[in-house]
């Protein structure tokens, strides 16, 4: 049949199973907005108030519920404005297809009004795009980005598609998505026995789960062996929730503000398994001296980071799922150990510690913990609370933490947070930020309110941007240059005049009661927690140092630490 190219883009997007996507019209883009109008019974479209709020809002989606997420945009500043979200999902393998429209082929290469070369711009923070000026290659195209976004190492693809285009006719025939297989090629009998043997044969192992565990769906088959050996289980960012936060052997997050129980761990095991995590600077410190005397066994999909950031003994190179099933097949259960009495050992005697007596950062993310049953789906912008929120709430399922780990984009989380909800209308969903990040995208607010999500952003302001000050406190001498957010923006107010309900909170007293009437809400509502200005998230290894040199507050009022 003959379809318009606009009508044929939604047709493939249905094809791929799409229901749902995030954008903001303009004229280049306008074909397809109004192709969009004809099949609104299929298709639902969530007006975001930016285009990166679209993208951050694609992303958060697509982390949630393990679908692709699809964004759009017109061309020239329309277009621009998704990278911030392009290369935040990029750089956290997240399954996003962005379409942008540019001017009509006998415009391009002429400066014409909003022209921009979007899948040049985009080329470094894709793992592919295109730019589509036949219209007979378009279906073939669509359906190539959803396919090449989500096999493999998952991760964004854009498809820019010129206005012309939209508005030619060409022959359509529907087609079926490509079978997806998980990716096993370069897994070899070799590279699994010799896993199982190293695992057999280790005495102190340790785990470490990252967000390819996430992605692969991988989480039944960690817990089976961790269980199975009896192996203490440390993860990052990106790995929450691929192994239960509630349970005995696992010891938190590792690195720059992982727990002590698991940077000492980390240093002190004989084999460290790394699940489907790249060896960000962040985990890892000093590479010379991480994970000094254990070998290190590497499971990713990625052939390119191995050996990339840390020389590995050895490594799996496949799908982390299927991976680790072929591998559990050999290892041989053990019914108790030794080291992993020593390790949660660690754990009792260097707890997480804040000040109980007054409203914190820590003492929000426990009440909220403790209200939810940590049953909500937690998004997060990037700073102290940030941390804060991976180290006090206890994720006990995959894609339930979202976040920028990264690239560490201030104001991803409420985009992303649209995006849950979006996808998962019946959970909770609730999104951390800090002042300096809600200013970022605040205006999204008003996206939630249209759109109808009644969903939590609990705003710890401490009016500071607190991570920076943090750094600035510790290592430049108490030089605030900048960082300092002490004005008369009022968040409750700018919160209820875009529709949403808002509350401000000042004591510990008047916590729980705020986080009730917010968590009960059926609108969006805005907590405003102040909290004081000079708080820090412990413990910390300063960039470049060695992760067991990790210090907390009580070693620097005992001077134990120099930083």
Not at 50 to 64: I, K, L, P, T
Not at 87 to 106: E, G, K, L, Q
Not at 232 to 261: E, I, N, Q, R, W
Not at 392 to 406: H, V
């Amino acid at each position: 049949m003959q379809l318009t190219g606009s009508e044929i883009i939604i047709e493939c997007m249905l094809e791929q199973g799409v229901d749902t996507v995030f954008g903001y019209p303009g004229g280049a883009i306008l074909n397809v907005y109004d192709a969009l109008y004809q099949y609104r019974d299929k298709i639902h479209h969530v007006l975001t108030s930016h285009e990166q709020g679209a993208s951050h809002a694609a992303d958060g989606y697509a982390r949630a519920t393990g679908k692709v997420g699809v964004c759009l945009a017109t061309s020239g500043p329309g277009a621009t404005n998704l990278v911030t979200g392009i290369a935040t999902a990029y750089m956290d393998s997240i399954p996003v297809v962005a379409i942008t429209c540019n001017v009509a082929n006998p415009l391009l290469g002429k400066d014409s009004f909003q022209e921009v070369d979007i899948a040049g711009i985009v080329m470094p923070v894709t793992k592919h795009s295109f730019i589509v000026k036949d219209i007979n290659k378009l279906a073939e195209t669509i359906r190539r980005a959803f396919y090449i976004a989500k096999s493999g190492r998952p991760g964004p693809v854009l498809v820019d598609v010129p206005k012309d285009v939209t508005a030619a006719k060409a022959e359509y025939t529907p087609s079926s998505p490509l079978p997806l297989e998980r990716e096993t090629g370069k897994l070899t009998q070799e590279d699994v026995d010799r896993a199982v043997s190293m695992i057999n044969e280790a005495e102190k192992p340790f785990i470490y789960v990252g967000g390819g565990a996430v992605l692969s769906d991988a989480y039944q088959e960690v817990r089976e062996l961790a269980l199975r050996r009896q192996i203490p289980v440390c993860d990052s960012l990106m790995g929450k929730g691929a192994f239960p936060g509630t349970h005995p052997l696992y010891t938190g997050m590792v690195g720059m503000h992982g727990t002590k129980a698991s940077n000492l761990g980390v240093s002190n095991c004989d084999l460290l398994i790394v699940l489907g995590a790249r060896f960000s600077d962040r985990v890892t410190g000093n590479t010379k001296t991480f994970a000094r005397n254990a070998k290190i066994l590497q499971l990713d999909v990625d052939a390119a980071e191995i050996n990339k950031n840390v020389i590995v003994d050895a490594c799996v190179i496949g799908d982390l799922r299927e991976s680790l099933a072929r591998i559990l097949k050999g290892v041989k259960p053990l019914a108790h150990s030794d080291w992993a009495d020593e390790v949660i050992a660690l754990k009792e005697k260097y707890p997480l510690r804040y000040d109980h007596s007054v409203l914190t950062g820590p003492a929000v993310i426990e009440k909220l913990y403790e209200l939810t049953k940590g049953e909500a789906i937690i998004s997060t912008d990037v700073g102290q609370h940030q941390m804060w929120a991976a180290q006090y709430y206890k994720y006990t399922m995959p894609r339930t933490f979202l976040t920028s780990g990264g690239l560490g984009t201030m104001g991803y989380g409420l985009g992303a947070a649209i995006g849950a909800k979006t996808g998962c209308p019946d959970r909770t969903v609730v999104n951390i930020a800090g002042d300096g990040c809600f200013r970022m995208n605040m205006n999204e607010i008003a996206t939630a309110v249209r759109s109808g999500k009644p969903l939590v952003e609990i705003v710890l302001n401490n009016h500071v941007l607190g991570m920076v000050r943090q750094w600035q406190t510790l290592f430049y001498g108490g030089r605030y240059s900048h960082t300092v957010l002490n004005d008369k923006v009022d968040f409750v107010k700018v919160a209820e005049a875009m529709g949403a309900r808002a509350r401000r909170v000042t004591t510990l007293e008047e916590l729980a009661p705020a986080l009730e009437e917010a968590l009960s809400s059926e609108f969006p509502f805005l907590l405003d927690c102040w909290i004081d200005q000079d708080l820090s998230v412990y413990p910390m290894v300063p960039a470049g140092g060695n992760i067991d040199d990790a210090f907390d507050e009580e070693d620097l009022k005992n001077n134990e630490q120099s930083v």
